[in-house]
């Protein structure tokens, strides 16, 4: 039977309560110290409505993952449509930094998961298509930059997309605990350096 708009537009606003809930559990008591049940408190649902939607945890992580990567593409498009794509780059690069205080998974969680992933398997199975996603199209953009002369040219774009990625995931982890990292001057003085790295120049 085919859904109707209706239904899938209910559905959708009901899965978003669950991840928002599970954000906010994992964000104030980790990942391991959260339960199903306390994410059934926060999203105001019965443990067999939350269910129906999420068979536990790790589907509830993997669903947050795909929406912050759904976030972060769309943020790499913007950037391969740019008129600059090399500024484009850059404010991908310092943005994409700033995540902790802005949405996406933030700089406190994605360190959570980062590790329960080092002893979880299907967390750390999840975090690798995220990151192989991201850099493979980060990458072809990379490449595209190349060609039109603004990114150094003898530099491994696939590589220069896993450095960036890195880079990235550094500073998430410095701001879960440091947020003043993300003052003015740091991000310009990243920028800087993000600009020297690509271009080589």
């Given at each position: 039977m085919t859904?109707?708009?209706?239904?899938?537009?209910?559905?959708?606003?009901?899965?978003?309560?669950?991840?928002?809930?599970?954000?906010?559990?994992?964000r104030?008591?980790?990942?391991?110290?959260?339960?199903?049940?306390?994410i059934?408190?926060?999203?105001?649902?019965?443990?067999?409505?939350l269910y129906?939607y999420?068979?536990?945890k790790e589907?509830?992580?993997?669903?947050?993952?795909?929406?912050?990567?759904?976030?972060?593409?769309?943020?790499?498009?913007r950037a391969?449509?740019?008129?600059d794509?090399?500024?484009?780059?850059?404010?991908?690069?310092?943005?994409?930094r700033?995540?902790?205080?802005?949405g996406?998974?933030?700089?406190?969680?994605?360190?959570?998961?980062?590790?329960?992933?080092?002893?979880n398997?299907?967390?750390?199975?999840?975090?690798a298509?995220?990151h192989?996603?991201?850099?493979?199209?980060?990458?072809?953009?990379?490449?595209?930059?190349?060609r039109?002369?603004?990114?150094?040219?003898?530099?491994?774009?696939?590589?220069l997309?896993?450095?960036m990625?890195l880079?990235?995931?550094g500073?998430?982890?410095?701001?879960a605990s440091?947020?003043?990292?993300?003052e003015?001057?740091?991000?310009l003085?990243?920028?800087?350096v993000l600009?020297?790295?690509?271009?080589?120049?």
């Open positions: 859904r109707r708009p209706l239904d899938e537009a209910l559905r959708e606003e009901r899965r978003r309560q669950v991840l928002d809930a599970a954000v906010e559990c994992f104030r008591e980790g990942f391991r110290g959260a339960s199903m049940a306390d059934c408190q926060a999203a105001r649902m019965s443990p067999g409505h129906h999420f068979t536990g589907a509830i992580i993997e669903a947050i993952a795909e929406d912050d990567l759904a976030r972060r593409l769309a943020e790499v498009e391969a449509a740019a008129p794509v090399l500024d484009a780059l850059i404010t991908f690069g310092v943005e994409t700033d995540h902790a205080t802005s996406g998974l933030g700089g406190a969680l994605r360190a959570e998961i980062a590790a329960e992933a080092s002893h398997p299907r967390i750390a199975a999840i975090l298509r995220f192989g996603r991201l850099e493979a199209r980060l990458g072809e953009v990379l490449a595209t930059a190349q039109q002369g603004q990114v150094d040219p003898a530099l491994d774009p696939a590589l997309a896993v450095v990625g880079m990235a995931d500073f998430h982890a410095r701001l440091e947020p003043g990292l993300a003015r001057e740091r991000m003085a990243m920028a800087a600009r020297r790295m690509l271009s080589g120049r």
